[in-house]
């Protein structure tokens, strides 16, 4: 699914839906974005895989990864993280060299901000932000090993329900405080909600990509 919100958009940004949802999940989303508006930006909205996913008792659902179990320093699904990085990473190559377009984003919600994460930070050219929504860090014990040195300056908003029944809001916080730590710019919020994403959260969201995109004004990525 691609939405454009202008004729001519000159800012791509890829949106990764959750556990179980599709690409339409956060299309509601893009008329809510006044910042899509003045930038002139093109939303993205890809399909991960359908695959079994391991902690939902074997279901087949759309996934970008299997969930093996709760502990998230191990119970990883390494194969197919890695696939969907490389996915993401070609979408995001792909923009890139797309015509018209001077700069590309990456957002995702729950699993989905989780490969945002850990796909975006690993770019080799420049994300203009990086949003992270309801989700925690993948592999992060091992960040110093594929955090992309052109990601140093990569603005991160990362927001989260503190009643978050799903993905504890202490996993959040400890993604914010293991990417702060790497010298990351990271603006971490809570709202009072479960796993789920509030309009007040939108408004952050739509003033995030407003102040990188005219802190980044006449800057380009880089080949």
């Known amino acids: 699914m691609v939405v454009e919100t202008t004729p001519n958009p000159s800012v791509s940004v890829i949106w990764l839906h959750g556990l179980g949802a599709d690409g339409n999940d956060f299309v509601p989303i893009v008329p809510q974005l006044q910042s899509a508006k003045d930038h002139g930006m093109r939303f993205i909205f890809p399909n991960a895989p359908i695959r079994p996913v391991t902690l ?68 080799t050219r420049p994300l203009f932000a990086i949003v992270a929504l309801s989700t ?18 990569c603005p991160i908003y990362m927001a989260h329900g503190s009643h978050d029944p799903i993905v504890p809001l202490g996993l959040g916080d400890l993604a914010q405080k293991t990417l702060t730590q790497a010298g990351l710019d990271v603006n971490f919020q809570t709202w009072p909600m479960a796993h789920e994403v509030c309009a007040p959260e939108v408004g952050a969201i739509d003033a995030f990509f407003s102040v990188s995109l005219d802190n980044q004004a006449g800057i380009g990525h880089e080949a």
Do not use: K
């Open 56 to 123: 939902n008792g074997g279901m087949a659902m759309r996934a970008w990864y299997d969930i093996l179990g709760f502990d998230m320093d191990r119970d990883q699904d390494a194969q197919g993280i890695a696939e969907s990085v490389h996915a993401i990473t070609g979408l995001v190559e792909a923009e890139m060299d797309a015509p018209g377009i001077e700069r590309v984003g990456l957002a995702g919600f729950s699993q989905g901000g989780a490969i945002a994460l850990r796909a975006g930070l690993a770019c």
């Open 136 to 153: 925690y860090l993948l592999q992060g014990r091992q960040l110093d090993q594929w955090l992309a040195p052109a990601q140093s300056q």
